[in-house]
């Protein structure tokens, strides 16, 4: 059967299973089953970039810890996981072989592979984008905008982001990485390249929870923000132990606050593919 959008979603910062969008995926196909569509027209690409740190990050804590009684040992490995790893990613980022570039192959050969299981056509895209992954797909999706070279930036509409048309961002990072720009501009959203047809059903949704320090709102940022974000979502995830506090970064996924709007935002853009523009 010819699949009809795809699905990208892509993990942020801690320690993170490869199975990730699992239980996220089976929602959002419930969700369209809910809604009378066909779950089998959407494909699904997760982006587990993990891997790419996980020894070293692993390494350092043992040689820091060996020899040394460091009390609060989760909270320390994931500081270590969430600023060594941003404090890497930025770093050297014009480096052929620095993690900013591996990051962003490992992204382009997932959408490669998304992009196959569509047929090998340039389809609608949605992106769903947790935390530091935000932050990944933003300089994704702003790279590619700003040159078109090959192979390097993609051969296709889709692999370009081209056809990008929906975003979702879930307790995003960014604004931390906008205090050594000059100018704070967002990418453009909806892309121009974007068919018609998919224009009005173009969303970025920005999620965050009050209680969760790492996500943010994105309107705020600059007016280029404002513009090409849709709206700042106010959600309250997690479970009776952290959902009021800081440690509920991680329930993002699979609350029903995020669901609901992702499974609509899914569902217009599926409708839209049978739609027909009037002029």
């Given at each position: 059967?010819?699949?009809?959008?795809?699905?990208?979603?892509?993990?942020?910062?801690?320690?993170?299973?490869?199975?990730?969008?699992?239980?996220?995926?089976?929602?959002?196909?419930?969700?369209?089953?809910?809604?009378?569509?066909?779950?089998?027209?959407?494909?699904?690409?997760?982006?587990?970039?993990?891997?790419?740190?996980?020894?070293?990050?692993?390494?350092?804590?043992?040689?820091?810890?060996?020899?040394?009684?460091?009390?609060?040992?989760?909270?320390?490995?994931?500081?270590?996981?969430?600023?060594?790893?941003?404090?890497?990613?930025?770093?050297?980022?014009?480096?052929?072989?620095?993690?900013?570039?591996?990051?962003?192959?490992?992204?382009?050969?997932?959408?490669?592979?998304?992009?196959?299981?569509?047929?090998?056509?340039?389809?609608?895209?949605?992106?769903?984008?947790?935390?530091?992954?935000?932050?990944?797909?933003?300089?994704?999706?702003?790279?590619?905008?700003?040159?078109?070279?090959?192979?390097?930036?993609?051969?296709?509409?889709?692999?370009?982001?081209?056809?990008?048309?929906?975003?979702?961002?879930?307790?995003?990072?960014?604004?931390?990485?906008?205090?050594?720009?000059?100018?704070?501009?967002?990418?453009?959203?909806?892309?121009?390249?974007?068919?018609e047809k998919f224009k009005k059903q173009a969303?970025?949704?920005?999620?965050?929870?009050?209680?969760?320090?790492?996500?943010?709102?994105?309107?705020?940022?600059?007016?280029?923000?404002?513009?090409?974000?849709?709206?700042?979502?106010?959600?309250?995830?997690?479970?009776?132990?952290?959902?009021?506090?800081?440690?509920?970064?991680?329930?993002?996924?699979?609350?029903?606050?995020?669901?609901?709007?992702?499974?609509?935002?899914?569902?217009?853009?599926?409708?839209?593919?049978?739609?027909?523009?009037?002029?």
């Amino acid at each position: 059967m010819d699949k009809k959008v795809g699905v990208l979603l892509i993990h942020g910062m801690g320690a993170v299973a490869d199975d990730f969008a699992h239980d996220t995926i089976q929602e959002l196909r419930e969700k369209l089953s809910g809604r009378g569509l066909n779950r089998e027209d959407v494909a699904w690409q997760s982006v587990y970039w993990a891997p790419l740190l996980s020894a070293r990050e692993t390494q350092l804590w043992v040689d820091l810890s060996a020899e040394h009684d460091l009390n609060w040992a989760k909270m320390r490995k994931f500081s270590i996981n969430a600023f060594g790893t941003s404090a890497a990613y930025h770093s050297t980022q014009d480096r052929s072989e620095s993690l900013y570039q591996r990051l962003q192959g490992t992204v382009h050969d997932a959408l490669k592979e998304l992009k196959l299981k569509l047929g090998a056509e340039d389809k609608p895209l949605l992106v769903i984008a947790h935390s530091l992954g935000s932050v990944i797909m933003s300089d994704y999706i702003w790279d590619r905008q700003k040159s078109k070279e090959e192979p390097r930036y993609g051969a296709s509409r889709f692999e370009r982001m081209e056809t990008l048309a929906g975003l979702v961002t879930l307790g995003s990072n960014i604004p931390l990485f906008t205090l050594a720009c000059d100018q704070i501009a967002a990418i453009e959203f909806p892309p121009p390249e974007l068919p018609e047809k998919f224009k009005k059903q173009a969303k970025w949704l920005n999620m965050y929870d009050s209680d969760d320090v790492l996500g943010w709102p994105l309107k705020p940022l600059s007016l280029s923000y404002a513009d090409a974000v849709t709206e700042d979502i106010e959600v309250n995830v997690g479970n009776i132990l952290n959902s009021w506090n800081p440690s509920n970064h991680a329930g993002y996924w699979t609350d029903d606050s995020v669901i609901k709007p992702v499974g609509y935002l899914l569902s217009s853009i599926l409708e839209a593919c049978e739609a027909k523009v009037v002029r």
